[in-house]
């Protein structure tokens, strides 16, 4: 197991997010082949587990201290994290924050995160009203937090809201990171941010919901080409091995197998060479054949008589087309006034008069508004 350096303290490269155990026919977690996991997992290195209030219906943090109780508490480092992407969770940090130990049977979280930082609710977690950032450093002044940090799939403004308010206390930011959101998410301007601010960067959707684990097959026939004995999910891993700065990259694993493959990848670093760098972005290239091509220079905003922000609304559309749906975009939307969502827009098409790309802006935001239904 590769180890990365943080305070004093050896945290294990690859981590277990317990966001996707092994379920049952019923829906509830597989005790027995989540147990099988941790012990392996254990055996080899990971020592870093990522739990969350909302994981597995409020089970995951259950299922986790359970599992963790038969090792020494010194041996492993448990994360969790307050559950601000529920709006009805704001004013509650204290109530949550003494369940979620309770539920854990921990007597303290080595890393407790800020949850999804996002545009729906960062003016709760920036209001003091809400006494979740006094209360948090309450708890790790008196030692039931070690670290305290944040995740976020805030888009680069959001992130710098939060960052400038509460940035000098960050001890570590989780980020939505791999090779195709390194660009298409502008993970790599989310990465420097952080570094500006001196946060080390943890890694969440290294292979985005396991869809870079499976790619079609003239693009597999590509990388195995390159790398005959590594599997298609591995190069994601090494793509982020060819990243500085990265301390911790969680994987959800839903099974054995996974955990079992994604161990044997962290057995050791091998960044891809400036060719298979090359190779994946040939790639991603063609897989975004088709997306809006939207620059942002704004002109179309000086001419829509609703305000609509259409730079920002046409790189949400991509992102749930290129997803074929997912959260971001929906949650995205969710945080806007109804008059400034795509439903707004009148099809008026002075914004495309302007448009230096020729995008044909009202018939994207008229599908982007069926897509959301």
């Known amino acids: ?30 005790e027995a082949q989540t ?25 995951s943090e259950i299922v986790t201290g359970k599992l963790l109780k038969k090792y020494p508490r010194d041996s492993y480092y448990l994360a969790d994290k307050f559950p601000g992407y529920d709006l009805s969770n704001m004013g509650k940090v204290e109530e949550i924050f003494e369940k ?9 979280f ?21 006494g979740i950032f006094d209360y948090l450093m309450q708890q790790k002044a008196n030692g039931r937090i070690r670290h305290l940090g944040f995740s976020a799939h805030a888009d680069l403004p959001t992130l710098k809201r939060f960052l400038e308010k509460y940035g000098h206390a960050m001890e570590f930011g989780q980020l939505q990171l791999n090779w ?13 941010l952080l570094q500006e601010y001196g946060i080390p960067v943890w890694v969440m959707e290294p292979v985005r919901g396991g869809k870079l684990a499976q790619l079609a097959p003239k693009y597999e026939a590509v990388l195995k080409a390159l790398r005959p004995d590594e599997s298609i999910a591995a190069w994601a891993f090494r793509f982020l091995q060819s990243k500085e700065g990265l301390v911790v990259t969680l994987s959800g694993m839903s099974n054995f197998a996974q955990l079992k493959e994604n161990v044997e990848t962290y057995a050791a670093e091998k960044p891809l060479n400036e060719a298979e760098g090359k190779a994946l972005e040939n790639i991603l290239s063609e897989m975004l054949e088709g997306i809006t091509p939207c620059t942002a220079c704004r002109y179309c905003t000086e001419y829509c008589p609703q305000g609509l922000n259409i730079p920002e609304l046409l790189e949400l559309y991509n992102e749930h087309k290129f997803s074929g749906g997912g959260f971001i975009a929906p949650m995205r939307i969710s945080a806007l006034a109804e008059d400034k969502r795509p439903s707004a827009c009148i099809a008026c098409r002075a914004c495309e008069g302007v448009c230096p790309q020729r995008i044909a802006i009202s018939e994207v935001l008229a599908d982007f508004s069926e897509r959301l239904k």
């Open 110 to 130: 080595d890393f407790y995160l800020f949850h999804n930082v996002c545009e729906r609710n960062i003016e709760e977690y920036l209001d003091e009203k809400n």
């Open 35 to 59: 147990a099988e996991m941790f012990d392996y997992a254990i055996q080899n290195g990971v020592n870093y587990f990522d739990t969350a209030w909302g994981y597995h219906n409020g089970q």
């Open 180 to 192: 195709i959101d390194w660009t298409f998410q502008k993970g790599a301007e989310k990465v420097q």
């Open 1 to 30: 197991m590769i180890f990365k350096d943080f305070k004093g303290k050896k945290l294990s490269a690859l981590g277990m997010g317990c966001m996707r155990f092994p379920t049952q026919e019923n829906g509830e977690i597989d």
């Open 100 to 108: 979620q130990l309770e539920k854990t049977g921990a007597e303290y």
